[in-house]
């Protein structure tokens, strides 16, 4: 029999905003951070020349030619973005869910915010009928939309963007006169070997900002290493200037070993592209893995292609959910963090409906609790079959059908004592009793009723009533959302049910 593996694990309070790929670091990466740890010179905003030229190099070998001047390094890729908002100009908009850091940055900037949900097949980029719709609508209102952060390879729903749409959403970035803000930090997690990130920078080369992270690629997300490319051109020689002047009022600088391991990285030495091949397999054999299971349990789920996180829907079990006190994202969130022992994120943390049940589920912490077991997982050609991975997934599976299940049932009054039978009147069971249903004597086992096992096959549950609808249907197609800095809370506008 299969063993379940119940552990604890980082649970409410210690989940990430970023997930974890659960791997240990490189080797190469921490000789290299160890043999540059005596630097402690202040680092110089915006990154050393020598580790701007790796990321230009790195640009150069995906089809982005430049130089170093195009580029600068920051203290990961969420305070990269946070300078480059604040040195652009007009409000923001947002794919719907979105990443859990954009949000909050642009409330510290008093910029509004409009999100556009994404398209059923994938996350991180807007339906563009919906999102051209969004920005003429705000311009006859008064409204002032010139930022469009989109995230090909998507954190939280872990899909690529399919290079269809994203021409699409491109071109009416192109006709609207947006600046396009791509957030690749999982560029490089892709599933599939020899799929081809689809970049907006290849569609739109003089109006797109590209943002990087060493940390999801390399395994090294607590270094926090995160770059930009800009266009060569004036508005970009500008806007790298600002967003350099953000990094230095905030003295956010990527330390100086850090920095000397990033440029390694950024190199790609041929040791640390297979390891990162090797990694990438691991991921999608794990995710998909997860993703069978919450499919089996029950749970709407995109299939994932790139990064080591999940986005659930657990909306078709909203009555047992509602039974164990979960009925919007928070709530799923703390329950789920509870049942399973993973770093759960609800969806209100991604800019979603808070009253919907979805939350990101990271699949990094199934490859191993230790750097052996997860040295193991990244060596092996099937880590499936791996005993510690095994045990992961089936706690997951039995969690997931206890939720599924709800609660137990509260314990029924005590039977009745036995009362003697008439005299002269058979006892129950015997040969003249007489049995009015198919299949047997009075005393067979009855099918369909829990507990009493029928000897001609599997008895199964009578399904439970379905619960009563608990608000409004919702609307065909939704609307996008509002979040006014300064506003508070996130709300849909009037009229709109958060879908």
Same mark, same amino acid.
């Given at each position: 029999?299969?063993?379940?593996?119940?552990?604890?694990?980082?649970?409410?309070?210690?989940?990430?905003?970023?997930?974890?790929?659960?791997?240990?670091?490189?080797?190469?990466?921490?000789?290299?951070?160890?043999?540059?740890?005596?630097?402690?010179?202040?680092?110089?905003?915006?990154?050393?020349?020598?580790?701007?030229?790796?990321?230009?190099?790195?640009?150069?070998?995906?089809?982005?030619?430049?130089?170093?001047?195009?580029?600068?390094?920051?203290?990961?890729?969420?305070?990269?973005?946070?300078?480059?908002?604040?040195?652009?100009?007009?409000?923001?908009?947002?794919?719907?869910?979105?990443?859990?850091?954009?949000?909050?940055?642009?409330?510290?900037?008093?910029?509004?915010?409009?999100?556009?949900?994404?398209?059923?097949?994938?996350?991180?980029?807007?339906?563009?009928?919906?999102?051209?719709?969004?920005?003429?609508?705000?311009?006859?209102?008064?409204?002032?939309?010139?930022?469009?952060?989109?995230?090909?390879?998507?954190?939280?729903?872990?899909?690529?963007?399919?290079?269809?749409?994203?021409?699409?959403?491109?071109?009416?970035?192109?006709?609207?006169?947006?600046?396009?803000?791509?957030?690749?930090?999982?560029?490089?997690?892709?599933?599939?070997?020899?799929?081809?990130?689809?970049?907006?920078?290849?569609?739109?080369?003089?109006?797109?900002?590209?943002?990087?992270?060493?940390?999801?690629?390399?395994?090294?997300?607590?270094?926090?290493?995160?770059?930009?490319?800009?266009?060569?051109?004036?508005?970009?020689?500008?806007?790298?200037?600002?967003?350099?002047?953000?990094?230095?009022?905030?003295?956010?600088?990527?330390?100086?070993?850090?920095?000397?391991?990033?440029?390694?990285?950024?190199?790609?030495?041929?040791?640390?592209?297979?390891?990162?091949?090797?990694?990438?397999?691991?991921?999608?054999?794990?995710?998909?893995?997860?993703?069978?299971?919450?499919?089996?349990?029950?749970?709407?789920?995109?299939?994932?292609?790139?990064?080591?996180?999940?986005?659930?829907?657990?909306?078709?079990?909203?009555?047992?959910?509602?039974?164990?006190?979960?009925?919007?994202?928070?709530?799923?969130?703390?329950?789920?963090?509870?049942?399973?022992?993973?770093?759960?994120?609800?969806?209100?943390?991604?800019?979603?409906?808070?009253?919907?049940?979805?939350?990101?589920?990271?699949?990094?912490?199934?490859?191993?609790?230790?750097?052996?077991?997860?040295?193991?997982?990244?060596?092996?050609?099937?880590?499936?079959?791996?005993?510690?991975?095994?045990?992961? &997934? @089936?706690?997951?599976?039995?969690?997931?059908?206890?939720?599924? =299940?709800? +609660? $137990?049932? /509260?314990? %029924? *009054?005590?039977? !009745?004592?036995?009362?003697?039978?008439?005299?002269?009147?058979?006892?129950?069971?015997?040969?003249?009793?007489?049995?009015?249903?198919?299949?047997?004597?009075?005393?067979?086992?009855?099918?369909?009723?829990?507990? &009493? @096992?029928?000897?001609?096959?599997?008895?199964?549950?009578?399904? =439970?009533? +379905? $619960?009563? /609808?608990? %608000? *409004?249907?919702? !609307?065909?197609?939704?609307?996008?959302?509002?979040?006014?800095?300064?506003?508070?809370?996130?709300?849909?506008?009037?009229?709109?049910?958060?879908?």
């Amino acid at each position: 029999m299969q063993e379940t593996d119940r552990t604890p694990r980082p649970a409410p309070g210690a989940a990430r905003f970023v997930p974890d790929p659960g791997l240990p670091v490189p080797a190469e990466l921490a000789e290299r951070l160890a043999a540059a740890a005596d630097d402690g010179a202040p680092a110089p905003p915006g990154g050393s020349r020598a580790a701007r030229t790796a990321a230009a190099g790195y640009y150069e070998r995906r089809g982005l030619p430049g130089t170093a001047e195009q580029v600068l390094l920051g203290p990961g890729a969420a305070t990269v973005l946070f300078a480059v908002l604040a040195a652009a100009e007009g409000n923001v908009l947002l794919p719907r869910p979105c990443g859990p850091h954009v949000l909050p940055q642009a409330a510290l900037l008093g910029r509004d915010v409009h999100t556009v949900a994404a398209p059923a097949e994938c996350g991180g980029v807007p339906d563009p009928f919906a999102l051209l719709e969004t920005v003429r609508r705000l311009r006859a209102e008064g409204g002032d939309p010139r930022i469009l952060v989109l995230s090909p390879a998507d954190d939280p729903t872990g899909t690529l963007a399919e290079p269809e749409l994203l021409h699409e959403v491109c071109e009416v970035a192109w006709d609207e006169h947006l600046l396009v803000v791509s957030d690749e930090t999982f560029r490089d997690v892709l599933h599939h070997p020899g799929e081809v990130f689809p970049g907006p920078a290849e569609i739109l080369p003089a109006r797109t900002v590209c943002i990087g992270d060493l940390g999801p690629w390399l395994a090294v997300p607590g270094w926090n290493a995160g770059f930009a490319r800009f266009t060569d051109d004036e508005p970009g020689r500008v806007l790298r200037d600002r967003a350099l002047e953000v990094l230095a009022r905030l003295r956010a600088c990527v330390p100086g070993p850090v920095q000397a391991a990033a440029s390694l990285g950024l190199d790609e030495p041929r040791s640390l592209t297979e390891r990162a091949a090797a990694a990438n397999r691991l991921h999608a054999a794990v995710a998909s893995a997860v993703h069978h299971e919450l499919v089996a349990a029950g749970a709407m789920c995109r299939p994932p292609g790139a990064g080591f996180q999940l986005y659930p829907d657990f909306a078709s079990l909203r009555p047992a959910l509602g039974r164990l006190g979960a009925c919007d994202s928070a709530s799923l969130e703390r329950l789920l963090a509870e049942r399973t022992g993973l770093p759960v994120l609800g969806g209100h943390h991604f800019g979603d409906d808070p009253a919907a049940l979805r939350a990101r589920i990271p699949t990094g912490p199934f490859n191993g609790a230790t750097e052996q077991q997860q040295e193991e997982s990244l060596d092996s050609s099937d880590p499936l079959g791996l005993p510690h991975v095994a045990r992961s &997934l @089936a706690g997951l599976r039995a969690a997931l059908a206890d939720l599924a =299940a709800g +609660p $137990a049932p /509260p314990p %029924g *009054p005590p039977p !009745p004592p036995p009362t003697s039978p008439a005299p002269g009147s058979p006892a129950p069971g015997g040969p003249s009793a007489e049995w009015t249903g198919p299949g047997g004597p009075a005393d067979a086992p009855v099918p369909g009723v829990p507990g &009493l @096992a029928d000897p001609g096959g599997p008895v199964e549950e009578a399904p =439970a009533a +379905p $619960a009563a /609808p608990t %608000g *409004p249907a919702a !609307p065909a197609a939704p609307a996008p959302r509002e979040y006014r800095a300064g506003g508070g809370e996130f709300a849909p506008e009037a009229g709109e049910d958060g879908g």
